[in-house]
């Protein structure tokens, strides 16, 4: 089993809500992203982090805002959540190691979220 | 511009059958190409890596082979089963930060 957890798995909320998806990993891991994902399609990179302290933007522009403040956690934020930000969020960890140069990503179970 | 392509059909096939999937791209030069699987409601499952200098990589029923001239991958599992059904990615890496960025992906159902 993953040990990268997300919470919420579901959330239903109203349009001009804030909402906070959270994402831990226990593994140690520096590297950690946020995907997004709708169904039947690509996950697309909206978030990324190298360490505490930084954060990137993905290749998909997202209205999300991210931080990493501690190495284990990497939440998510939406100040006001819209219909057109119904989707799943993936989370994920990783860790480049410079002997094999691979970068492998563990994923969380996903966050689904539907805004009304 | 770079595109990962995967069969947007479903793949349908008997139980004890290989099933073949294929990965097409597409102005990408990655340094190596991984494979994960995708159960519905889930997050993906990374299953194999293969490096831009391999040609193939084994593990169990799982097989992946890698040819950059004609920028494919294709992933084989063999003897299938019902347990195997599931969504399979394809994701590729290039150098520099090394973050994969994943195909469609193609339905694959093992039917009993």
């Known amino acids: 089993e993953a040990d990268i957890y997300q919470t919420p798995r579901y959330l239903v909320i109203g349009t001009g809500k804030k909402i906070t998806l959270e994402c831990s990993q226990t593994m140690g891991h520096d590297k950690m992203y946020w995907y997004q994902q709708d169904p039947g399609m690509e996950l697309h990179l909206i978030h990324y982090s190298y360490g505490v302290n930084s954060t990137e933007k993905g290749d998909l522009s997202s209205e999300s805002t991210v931080s990493r403040i501690r190495t284990e956690h990497f939440p998510l934020t939406l100040e006001s959540a819209r219909p057109s930000h119904t989707s799943q969020y993936l989370c994920?960890?990783?860790?480049?190691?410079?002997?094999?140069?691979?970068?492998?990503?563990?994923f969380g179970a996903g966050s689904r979220l539907t805004v009304l | 511009s770079q595109k990962i392509e995967q069969n947007s059909e479903a793949l349908n096939i008997q139980e004890g059958k290989t099933a073949t999937l294929t990965c097409n791209y597409t102005n990408y030069s990655p340094a190596y190409l991984q494979w994960y699987r995708q159960d519905p409601g889930r997050g993906p499952v990374f299953l194999l890596l293969?490096?831009?200098?391999?040609k193939e990589k084994r593990k169990e029923r799982l097989k992946v082979t890698f040819d950059t001239t004609l920028k494919q991958s294709l992933f084989h599992i063999t003897a299938s089963q019902p347990a195997d059904s599931a969504t399979y990615l394809c994701a590729l890496a290039q150098g520099g930060s090394y973050i994969p960025t994943f195909g469609r992906g193609t339905s694959l159902i093992v039917h009993p």
């Open positions: 293969i490096r831009e200098n391999e």
């Open positions: 994920a960890s990783s860790e480049l190691t410079y002997r094999s140069g691979a970068n492998v990503l563990t």
